[in-house]
């Protein structure tokens, strides 16, 4: 894996469905910001800058990091655009990581950012090209077919998508940054809101977020402060349309995944990991992802879930930030599960830490659940 | 102004018109204080005067209203942006009105000033008014000296839009050509990798799991079965109406299934494994699109058995 590589800094902004005060450069460089001085650094401090958001789409900017260059104190520095659609948070900080692990740089700030307000996703996710048929579907409409699959093959109980929603918008009320409060949420309420794209329900789906996340990367020799360590990073992605594609449990994050457990020298996730914050945007993927990941056996992630397992007081607690079912400005939501994952490690996350978490993983994934980006951190170094 | 003379018809035959109007318009010595906010108005500057206590009253009088003691001399600019404190919305203005148009009336802290000044806030509608926003000043073109030298005040800009187009003439390629052709005769055509013994539709040219070229074109039936699908119940214009069944359709003959609309039965009696025959459009109707198909509708067949492991299944 090259040179050590540890996250000292870790801003977020606020996430909310509308930052009407801010521009999309006073937003990114407030959560940069927010990691510097986390870093005790200053943007002189930074070698180069490495920048991630979804589809250029979404806000009708084009190449936002040549916009961006300069409000993130990249002058005469080198700044680079990762795009893997959803996971590219996740793919950021990775790439940046990559820069410190192969000994380019010391230095290196990761900054991923979404303003949804200036748009509708789901529009942008949905220009159909002529000669097709007109399925408008955006996101939920793409994997709603999936959940449901999952759900016959493993004869889940219909209530488990409800019980992740409760337990994430949960945990966000103990994150002061999460976008979804809603106090006392349950299984009822859930079950009460209307099927949007059946069989996913409206309060089993992720909100339209505008929000930044922004870390700081050093190398061994760079560290200032509080360091997560990095112990495994592993990328993986798939195509599309291959016939015979596995689409509930992807190969691509199979191979993801085991790749970065050798990395770590994890042989069973559920044991030698303390705490994930993986990439749930539709409840019924926590399920899902417990068993690609390989936290359960195949067709019986459900159970974790019913049994408790993934909350903030399981064996096994997933986003316990309250995860992107409460908070997603889409290009920083991986990178929020990877800067939360190096938060519960550094013991920084405050009300919804996770008591002693010495080893986390942090997950996300994109496309037609065809990229995936993870990576596990640690307070020990490698 | 004398009486309507009694000559002049009226709606009842004891009732008048009667105005009372000073000739020319009555005067106002402005005094130093007043006259130095007008003036200095006049010139597009608003000014406050400061009390004894050092609090700055915007528009100035001769004397602190809390106190009763004469004001300092002192003048303070201020504004001219300034925030709303209170707002009362006028939805239909009168003649006398500083607007023609709806408008509210607000108390404006000025930036500087430590009261209000009422006057008209031009904001649109009442949605866009709220307490603590932002405004400045709208001058007329012609300043006089009176308090309508500022005709009134709107936002400060918070939001611009973006009108972002691209326009693009899309000619699909040779393999989408050559299916389209003959989607235009009712078949549903596919392509072999004879590497991977897979056959994929639409008919594509290269194949996406090893990258060869393929070459072989094979057609498929315009039936299969229903892997798996979503009920959309979220209107948008560009799709079917809600609630429409976006399916996987593996059609037989095919190895990787297909995104379409399933019609012909109500949404929530469609099921996994149903089996579904395209409804194609009159030939001479079709545009050479997938909109050729109308949709897929149940066979009536038995359903296929999805646990026995249909290839592609679960898409
Ligand atoms: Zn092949």
Redesign the interface.
């Known amino acids: 894996m090259g040179e050590r590589c540890a996250v000292i800094g870790v801003g977020q902004t606020r996430y909310t469905t509308k930052r009407?005060d801010v521009s999309i450069a006073g937003l990114v460089r407030e959560a940069a910001q927010r990691a510097l001085d986390d870093a005790g650094l200053t943007f002189a401090d930074i070698d180069a800058v490495v920048v991630g958001k979804a589809p250029d789409l979404f806000e009708?900017v084009m190449m936002p990091e040549a916009y961006l260059a300069d409000a993130l104190g990249g002058a005469g520095k080198p700044v680079m655009r990762v795009h893997t659609a959803g996971s590219v948070g996740g793919s950021t900080a990775l790439v940046g990581a990559s820069l410190i692990q192969g000994g380019v740089h010391d230095r290196v700030l990761v900054v991923a950012f979404e303003k949804q307000s200036e748009s509708n996703a789901?529009w942008a996710l949905?220009t159909?090209?002529?000669?097709?048929?007109?399925?408008?579907?955006?996101a939920?409409?793409y994997f709603?077919?999936?959940i449901?699959?999952y759900m016959?093959?493993s004869g889940a109980p219909d209530h488990i998508g409800a019980l992740v929603a409760v337990k994430d918008r949960r945990n966000a009320l103990k994150n002061p940054y999460a976008h979804l409060r809603i106090p006392g949420i349950d299984r009822a309420m859930v079950e009460s809101t209307?099927?949007?794209?059946?069989?996913?329900r409206y309060l089993e789906t992720c909100p339209s977020s505008d929000g930044a996340c922004a870390i700081v990367l050093a190398s061994e020799k760079a560290v200032t402060g509080t360091p997560a360590w990095i112990h495994g990073a592993a990328m993986r992605s798939e195509?599309?349309?291959?016939?015979?594609?596995?689409?509930?449990s992807p190969q691509a994050g199979k191979d993801c995944a085991a790749d970065v457990y050798r990395q770590a020298g994890i042989s069973d996730p559920r044991r030698d990991i303390d705490v994930a914050e993986v990439y749930v945007p539709f409840s019924w993927y926590e399920p899902m992802w417990l068993e690609n990941l390989g936290f359960a056996p195949e067709n019986e992630g459900w159970k974790l879930t019913e049994a408790g397992s993934t909350a903030l007081d399981g064996d096994i607690p997933w986003n316990p930030s309250g995860g992107v079912l409460s908070s997603n400005p889409i290009g920083a939501s991986g990178l929020i599960r990877f800067a939360e994952a190096a938060l519960q490690v550094r013991g920084m996350a405050g009300e919804h830490q996770v008591e002693g978490a010495a080893t986390a993983l942090g997950h996300a994934y994109g496309g037609g659940a065809q990229f995936f980006a993870m990576w596990i951190v640690s307070n020990r170094k490698p | 102004m004398p009486s309507d003379p009694p000559s002049h018809p009226p709606s009842h035959p004891l009732e008048a018109r009667h105005v009372l109007e000073f000739p020319g318009g009555y005067t106002r010595s402005t005094g130093p204080v007043i006259g130095r906010f007008l003036t200095e108005l006049r010139d597009r500057r608003i000014v406050g005067v400061r009390t004894a206590g050092a609090r700055v009253l915007v528009p100035p009088l001769e004397y602190d209203p809390d106190t009763g003691e004469a004001v300092t001399g002192e003048y303070v600019e201020v504004g001219p942006a300034g925030t709303v404190q209170a707002w009362a919305w006028v939805s239909a203005p009168r003649p006398a009105h500083p607007l023609d148009r709806p408008f509210a009336w607000a108390t404006i802290r000025l930036d500087g000033a430590d009261t209000a000044l009422v006057h008209a806030v031009d904001a649109g509608g009442p949605k866009a008014m709220r307490p603590g926003m932002r405004v400045r000043p709208r001058w007329r073109d012609r300043t006089s000296g009176t308090i309508t030298d500022i005709e009134c005040f709107v936002p400060e800009v918070t939001m611009i839009t973006a009108p972002i187009r691209t326009e693009y003439r899309v000619r699909p390629g040779a393999a989408l050509t050559r299916f389209l052709e003959r989607i235009g005769d009712g078949v549903l055509l596919g392509g072999r990798c004879a590497g991977c013994d897979q056959v994929y539709v639409p008919y594509r040219t290269s194949c996406p799991a090893c990258g060869a070229l393929i070459e072989e074109e094979r057609e498929v039936a315009d039936t299969g079965t229903v892997t798996t699908f979503a009920i959309n119940n979220l209107p948008d214009p560009r799709a079917p109406e809600v609630p429409f069944v976006s399916a996987y359709i593996l059609l037989d003959g095919a190895d990787i299934p297909m995104i379409a609309l399933v019609g012909g039965i109500p949404a929530h009696e469609v099921r996994q494994g149903m089996r579904v025959r395209a409804v194609w459009v009159p030939p001479e109707e079709r545009t050479m699109s997938m909109a050729d198909i109308r949709w897929f509708a149940p066979t009536g067949e038995p359903d296929a058995d999805l646990s026995a492991g249909t290839p592609g299944g679960g898409a």
């Open positions: 009407l009708g789901t949905s159909h090209l002529p000669f097709g048929a007109s399925l408008v579907v955006g939920g409409g709603a077919p999936h449901r699959e016959r093959r209307p099927m949007l794209w059946e069989p996913i195509p599309l349309a291959r016939a015979g594609r596995e689409t509930v």
